[in-house]
């Protein structure tokens, strides 16, 4: 941690003692310099093993999140070996590893890069009720990503199941715990949720880290997470985020991370939120849904 706080010189000293344990392009990330600083810092190129790695890791995370986060290092390393990637299965372990890539689908719990324990997981009170009789009664959360030429965003979202709305979103550069906060803290700033609130998420090491619990119970609201080995468990934000790609992303190239950032926030807060209409909602867009359910509950009082 005393390393984010010192000057570029340190961090650049950092990654070099660090350059053969993980890509320096992920250090630079987490950093938060450039690596084509760094490399001016050194005076010198990368070595040709320290481009193969850095290629590795970038092909090896390509291969990851087409496939949904649903592949685990053994059918990337099939895609890297089907791309004529001269590796071995090992060194893509590894790199996903150290990049926090695990399969979503048969993934045991994700480890902190930064503790000797595995962080608690809740047990799944959702259990597939994707139903909520009123507003702020079940919120779901998840995390994606959007490939833009400068790199991956990370999206984290909050939808509320009564109405399908994202009530809480945030993006970033770095996937961690407080892109998943941000999301949970919007939500709750807008949203001014009651008691008897439910979140639920997947088992990911964003969801169960310190800080995001610690917003849950500072918040008094019951934690919920996806069961083991369930892709399915989360089915309403897999179809947002399909929804977002298909409809909005598919096709676009996003030449830098605040293009892409401007469009996500077009889609959510523009036209999903205020214009998309729902089939489960009657062909009415969430806002207008919940527009509808505050009316009724007026004339009913």
């Known amino acids: 941690g005393s390393v984010l706080c010192k000057g570029v010189d340190v961090k650049y000293a950092w990654i070099k003692e660090h350059r053969h344990e993980f890509p320096v392009a992920v250090m630079c990330k987490i950093l938060k310099v450039g690596s084509s600083g760094f490399y001016d810092w050194q005076d010198r190129q990368p070595s040709p093993q320290q481009q193969r790695r850095e290629e590795i890791a970038q092909a090896a995370a390509r291969s990851y999140f087409e496939s949904k986060r649903i592949y685990g290092y053994r059918k990337v390393y099939a895609d890297l070996r089907e791309d004529n990637f001269d590796c071995c299965q090992e060194t893509v372990r590894r790199v ?15 480890v902190t890069t930064d ?7 809740a047990d799944n009170l959702l259990d597939r009720d994707f139903t909520a009789a009123k507003p702020n009664q079940k919120w779901v959360a998840d995390i ?6 400068e790199g ?3 999206l984290a979202a909050t939808m509320d199941l009564f109405s399908r709305k994202i009530v809480g979103w945030s993006m970033s550069d770095r996937i961690d715990a407080s892109l998943a906060v941000s999301s949970l803290h919007m939500a709750l700033v807008h949203r001014q949720p009651g008691s008897g609130l439910l979140h639920h998420s997947d088992r990911g090491s964003q969801y ?8 849950l119970d500072d918040t008094n609201i019951a934690c919920s997470m996806s069961g083991k080995g369930d892709c399915w468990d989360n089915a309403c934000m897999e179809s947002f985020f399909g929804s977002l790609k298909t409809e909005w992303i598919y096709g676009k190239k996003y030449q830098s991370k605040e293009e892409a950032k401007k469009d996500v926030f077009e889609y959510i807060e523009i036209f999903y939120n205020h214009k998309r209409r729902h089939a489960s909602l009657g062909d009415l867009s969430p806002a207008a849904y919940e527009e509808l359910y505050e009316k009724k509950q007026d004339q009913a009082a």
Do not use: C
């Not at 169960?208 to 917003?215: I, T």
């Open 152 to 154: 991956w965003l990370y």
């Open 96 to 110: 996903m590893a150290q990049m926090g890539l695990y399969s979503r689908v048969k993934r045991k719990f994700v």
């Open 115 to 121: 503790s000797n324990h595995n962080l608690p997981i």
């Open 208 to 215: 169960a880290s310190d800080a995001f619990q610690e917003l």
């Open 144 to 149: 994606t990503y959007i490939p833009t030429e």
